[in-house]
T-cell receptor, first 116, second 112 residues
Framework: DAGVTQSPTHLIKTRGQHVTLRCSPI?????VSWYQQVLGQGPQFIFQYYEKEERGRGNFPDRFSARQFPNYSSELNVNALLLGDSALYLCASSAHASGRGGYEQYFGPGTRLTVT | AQSVTQLGSHVSVSEGALVLLRCNYSSSVPPYLFWYVQYPNQGLQLLLKYTTGATLVKGINGFEAEFKKSETSFHLTKPSAHMSDAAEYFC??????????FGQGTTLQVKP
C-alpha cells in the first residue's frame, strides 16, 4: 500500500501570494493532520480533520485554512504569504482521531515551501 | 498543558557505542508518548510508542525506550550505534485532542 503522499514536493512563492498544498492519506485512514516544521525545530500542529470535519486547530493565524474531501484527501491553504511561512509542511494520516492521541500518525515526505 | 523537552540538541557517538537520547514530558493526564526519526529531506518515521502496559517499549531498528512516570521521562536507547542511525530524532506526546506535541529534536551524529 502507498504511504501518505504530498504534492508538490517543493514550492517557491513570493510574499503576499497564496499557496495550496495537497495530501492523500493512507488508504482506509480517515484522519489527516497538518504540521509546520521550521528549520531546526520540531513540527508544530496546524490542523486536524476527521471525516471531513475540523477536529483541532493549532495556534496559527486565519491566513491558514484547510479542508478534507469525501475521499479523505486534504488541502492546506495559506494566504498572504510571509517570509516566516517558509517551512516544511508535513501531512500525517491516522485511522482515528478521537481519544487521547494514542493512535499512530504516519507522515508524508512533506512539502518544502520557500517564500521570497 | 502538555509539553516535551529533549535534552541535548546534538549528540555524537562512535559507531558501536550506546545511543541515549533524552526526553522529558509534562502532562496532567497519563501520556501517550512517541519517538520519531527524520532523515534528511524526508518526513517523520515512527520508531516506537508507549500507550499503556509495559513500560519498556521496543521499536524498529533496535531502538527501545522506557517510560518512567516518577521521572516524567521517556529516553530512547540503542545498544550499538550504526552509521545509518545518523538522523534527527523527535520525542512527542499525544494530546487529549489527538494532536502530537513535539520536542525540539536531537541530531544524532555517528562517527566511524
Amino acid at each position: 500500500d502507498a504511504g501518505v503522499t504530498q504534492s508538490p514536493t517543493h514550492l517557491i512563492k513570493t510574499r503576499g501570494q497564496h499557496v495550496t498544498l495537497r495530501c492523500s492519506p493512507i488508504s482506509g485512514h480517515k484522519s489527516v493532520s497538518w504540521y509546520q516544521q521550521v528549520l531546526g525545530q520540531g513540527p508544530q500542529f496546524i490542523f486536524q480533520y476527521y471525516e471531513k470535519e475540523e477536529r483541532g486547530r493549532g495556534n496559527f493565524p486565519d491566513r491558514f485554512s484547510a479542508r478534507q474531501f469525501p475521499n479523505y484527501s486534504s488541502e492546506l491553504n495559506v494566504n498572504a504569504l510571509l517570509l516566516g511561512d517558509s517551512a516544511l509542511y508535513l501531512c500525517a494520516s491516522s485511522a482515528h482521531a478521537s481519544g487521547r492521541g494514542g493512535y499512530e500518525q504516519y507522515f508524508g515526505p512533506g512539502t518544502r515551501l520557500t517564500v521570497t | 498543558a502538555q509539553s516535551v523537552t529533549q535534552l541535548g540538541s546534538h549528540v555524537s557517538v562512535s559507531e558501536g557505542a550506546l545511543v541515549l537520547l533524552r526526553c522529558n514530558y509534562s502532562s496532567s493526564v497519563p501520556p501517550y508518548l512517541f519517538w520519531y526519526v527524520q532523515y534528511p529531506n524526508q518526513g517523520l518515521q515512527l520508531l516506537l510508542k508507549y500507550t499503556t502496559g509495559a513500560t519498556l517499549v521496543k521499536g524498529i531498528n533496535g531502538f527501545e525506550a522506557e517510560f518512567k512516570k516518577s521521572e516524567t521521562s521517556f529516553h530512547l536507547t540503542k545498544p550499538s550505534a550504526h552509521m545509518s542511525d545518523a538522523a534527527e530524532y523527535f520525542c512527542a506526546v499525544g494530546s487529549n485532542t489527538g494532536k502530537l506535541i513535539f520536542g525540539q529534536g536531537t541530531t544524532l551524529q555517528v562517527k566511524p
